[in-house]
């Protein structure tokens, strides 16, 4: 019986020996690959956002040529990067990613077509409860996808810019960014705040620090916006 006892014991110390070292190795395995996933979307996240620096630097110095060749490169860099982003969100996102990695995630969505938006809206929001991702950045992206579908937005980050108009070789583009209509705009700011946004004056400051005039007038509608901001208007 003295025999068997510890050959028994024995045994039970290998599986959980086994056990144990074949867990190390799959958790060894899936830090590897966490690390690979962030770096990847901390990649996307650095080309989404170098590439609209750079059109908006050509944008504000009238660039023309710059502009093209940016607003093409942007494109691909957008496509691209939408792909990767839409295999990550289906098979589902760790909660140990980095910051840059899930604000990446976020503004390649925002970036994207209103398709594209609502598809994976869903995927943002359930980020954004779990605490990876902003209020704020769930304002934004509501926004925009009420403004793609040519209804009023609720938090009032949406703009429509004014086509440049360059009157001399030296001048500098004026260019001015009118806020597409909102909801009950005598509660914005109220809105604005829960969703940890700043006030529309806090916006058209942060606006003009970055070369824009931004106009924020309640009266006008969708039809005036569109108006403004057409190139028949430059």
Known sequence: MS???FAKSHIMKLIVLFVATFASILFCHAQHNITQLDTLLCELGRKDQ?????????VQNGKIDSIVIYAQEMELIDQTN????KKILQRGVPDNLSIDAYK??????????????EQHFKH????????HIANHDIATLKDRILMNKGRKQLYGTQTRAKH?????????????????????????????????????QQQATAHKHT?????FDP???KRDILSLTSKDND
């Open 219 to 221: 009266t006008l509608s």
């Open 50 to 58: 170098h590439v609209r620096i750079n059109l908006n630097n050509a």
């Open 82 to 85: 939408q792909n990767h982003v």
């Open 124 to 131: 943002i929001k359930r980020l954004s409860a779990n605490g």
């Open 104 to 117: 990446a995630l976020f503004l390649i969505v925002d970036h994207a077509d209103v398709k594209y938006q």
């Open 211 to 215: 070369g824009y005039d931004m106009v």
């Open 3 to 5: 025999h068997h006892y």
């Open 164 to 200: 440049i108009v360059i009157t001399t070789e030296d001048a500098t583009p004026h260019i001015t960014n009118y806020v597409w209509p909102v909801r009950n705009p005598r509660k914005l700011d109220i809105r604005r705040s829960k969703a940890g946004l700043g006030t529309m």
